[in-house]
């Protein structure tokens, strides 16, 4: 019974009802931050739970400014971010060399080269990937990883997660504030749901439009590389 009520305890401190609640009953910029250092790590956390009820919170009770939610959210993002960055960069790339040098990676294909290819690959596009995965979902917190482990300018990658955060947040904040003037607090969780489906859908979309014109870029650079080898 003990062992049942202490999964119970982590099962809801865990759910994002309950983090929901939380916040909005001891919102403050030091949690806007916090939460969103931790979003933006290695840890799954519900950005969805922070930015629009303190937004709400902005428009219902006049605690908070949503210039200032933005803002903090945005500079707590980033610092999530360098965590992964920083992290990959120290501690994944010998593993991944390591790993292209093994016999098992060569049976995979993968080779020292082919990792060097993808890493000046990511220094060439880099700045793009880190911008557009930010609103991405489930790549909003791994997008850093890669630019660790190719090095990405530190100054380039600051900018553009910032960007991209910062774009995140502002639709966070504006689906917030426009809920605070339309639904009651009891509605908020559900109303935020349902709209972070959406979000969710037209994160995969833009997903798929990246992908498909990643290949396209291939297929063109392929196809001149065939007629330039058959004009020799």
Not at 12 to 31: C, E, G, K, R, V
Not at 43 to 70: K, Q
Not at 106 to 126: M, N, P, S, T, W
Request: hydrophobic share 55%; net charge neutral; with cysteine.
């Amino acid at each position: 019974m003990q062992d049942l009520l202490i999964t119970c305890a982590v099962s809801d401190w865990f759910s994002a009802q309950y983090l929901l609640d939380f916040f909005y009953n001891h919102a403050s910029y030091l949690l806007v931050f916090l939460f969103m250092v931790i979003e933006s790590s290695f840890l799954p956390f519900p950005s969805e739970v922070v930015v629009p009820p303190a937004a709400y919170i902005a428009v219902t009770r006049g605690d908070m400014n949503v210039v200032l939610i933005v803002l903090v959210a945005t500079a707590g993002a980033v610092v999530g971010a360098l965590v992964n960055y920083f992290l990959a960069m120290g501690l994944g790339r010998p593993i991944v060399y390591a790993f292209a040098d093994s016999r098992f990676g060569h049976a995979c294909l993968i080779d020292r080269a082919k990792v060097d290819k993808a890493e000046k690959y990511f220094d060439d596009h880099g700045a793009l990937s880190t911008f557009i995965g930010r609103l991405i979902p489930a790549v909003r917190q791994l997008i850093s990883i890669p630019a660790g482990l190719a090095k990405m300018n530190l100054g380039v990658f600051v900018i553009f997660t910032a960007l991209g955060a910062g774009v995140w947040n502002c639709i966070l904040a504006v689906l917030g504030y426009w809920l605070g003037q339309t639904v009651s607090y009891p509605q908020l969780f559900e109303a935020v749901e349902k709209y972070n489906r959406y979000f969710t859908i037209a994160g995969f979309v833009l997903l798929l439009f990246c992908l498909l014109f990643i290949v396209w870029k291939a297929m063109q650079g392929r196809s001149k590389k065939n007629s330039d080898s058959n004009s020799l």
